[in-house]
């Protein structure tokens, strides 16, 4: 079993629609989860971090429940520029554990 | 501020060869990681560096080797090169371990044929 699964899309959605990701992790022992953005043949970059009493960043909401091992990221109003693929990550303070990421496919 | 930097961009090698990838932190950051994305994939785990110590290590096979210098620079060395080692190898410098938010390089693409 992977550390870390995504469904890997992809979400195709209208400029302006609402889209919401999940990820599970099976090491209970995790300690630090976060969101990176990858754009085609680029390095990750990180959108958020996720805490457990949930956070929101701009249009941007993630949400992490530990009793089911799954993290959230929630996109409002959808842009043409969200367009990319959503990597979930987990950390358990040595390693960081990549799912295979989602790809969002926002059109006009 | 200059983010982490990685050289060389690009690299081709043939089967048996070895090699060795650079990467250069965040000033301040003294935790290294390194990656490897295939395509279609995320990024797999394969070292982590704090402090110039070894502190975590993925499902490698000991042809990857890493060490981290005083200035908190890194190398990833892969020796006897395989087709399948061919993909994008990410740095990744962060304040502390593994708890804190990792910021990427740009990456090295190696090709192996």
């Known amino acids: 079993r992977k550390e870390v699964e995504q469904d890997p899309g992809p979400f195709n959605v209208p400029e302006g629609a609402t889209v919401a990701f999940n990820c599970t992790y099976s090491n209970s022992a995790s300690q630090s989860f976060f969101w990176y953005r990858q754009d085609c043949r680029k390095e990750p970059k990180l959108l958020m971090s996720?805490?457990?009493s949930g956070n929101e960043d701009g249009r941007f909401t993630a949400q992490l429940n530990r009793a089911s091992q799954y993290i959230s990221l929630l996109i409002r109003d959808s842009k043409l520029s969200d367009s990319a693929t959503y990597l979930c990550?987990?950390?358990?303070?040595?390693?960081?554990?990549f799912g295979s990421g989602t790809k969002l496919n926002v059109k006009p | 501020d200059a983010g982490v930097t990685q050289s060389p961009t690009h690299l081709i090698k043939t089967r048996g060869q070895q090699v060795t990838l650079r990467c250069s932190p965040i000033?301040?950051?003294?935790?290294v990681s390194w990656y490897q994305q295939v395509l279609g994939q995320g990024p797999q785990f394969i070292f982590q560096y704090y402090e110039k110590e070894e502190r975590g290590r993925g499902n490698f096979p000991d042809r990857f080797s890493a060490r981290q210098f005083p200035n908190y620079s890194s190398e990833l060395n892969v020796n006897a090169l395989l087709l399948g080692d061919s993909a994008l190898y990410l740095c990744?410098?962060?304040?502390?371990?593994?708890?804190?938010?990792?910021?990427f390089g740009q990456g090295t693409r190696l090709t192996v044929v």
């Open positions: 000033s301040g950051h003294k935790s």
């Open positions: 990550v987990v950390s358990d303070f040595n390693k960081f554990y």
């Open positions: 990744a410098s962060s304040l502390g371990r593994g708890n804190t938010e990792a910021f």
């Open positions: 996720v805490y457990s």
